[in-house]
């Protein structure tokens, strides 16, 4: 079992930057796909960044190319996502994901994961 706590979110102006950070518990970290994704209000949840397990380099929505980077470490068993030059656009609620149904080119959609944390608010102002 996987439990996800995010944290880092706030109140932002367009241009700045925030870093998100996702705790992990359990072992079973090491050995799980990671995601970012994003849900807007009145919108769906959609995908942000991912490692892929079967891949070596992290893969991103082209919405945030260039801008958010994700990062894995796990000696401290966390996630982040490290997201510059934001945009007003990018509000939303936050999740990080995990699953450990490693499946080869399934990593974009929410139903991909099993295991989700509670979500952390990012808010960018114009």
């Known amino acids: 079992q996987v439990q996800l706590v995010e944290s880092g979110g706030g109140l932002v102006q367009a241009g700045g930057s925030l870093r998100l950070s996702c705790a992990a518990s359990g072992r079973t970290f090491s050995t799980s796909q990671m995601a970012w994704f994003r849900q807007a209000p009145g919108k769906e949840r959609e995908f942000v960044a991912v490692f892929t397990w079967s891949g070596g380099s992290p893969y991103y929505a082209d919405s945030v190319k260039g801008r958010f980077t994700i990062s894995r470490d796990n000696t401290k068993n966390t996630v982040s996502l490290q997201m510059n030059s934001l945009k007003p656009e990018d509000t939303a609620v936050y999740y990080c994901?995990?699953?450990?149904?490693?499946?080869?080119?399934?990593?974009?959609?929410?139903?991909?994961?099993?295991?989700w944390g509670q979500g952390t608010q990012v808010t960018v102002s114009s």
């Open positions: 994901a995990a699953t450990k149904q490693l499946r080869i080119g399934i990593f974009g959609r929410p139903d991909d994961y099993e295991y």
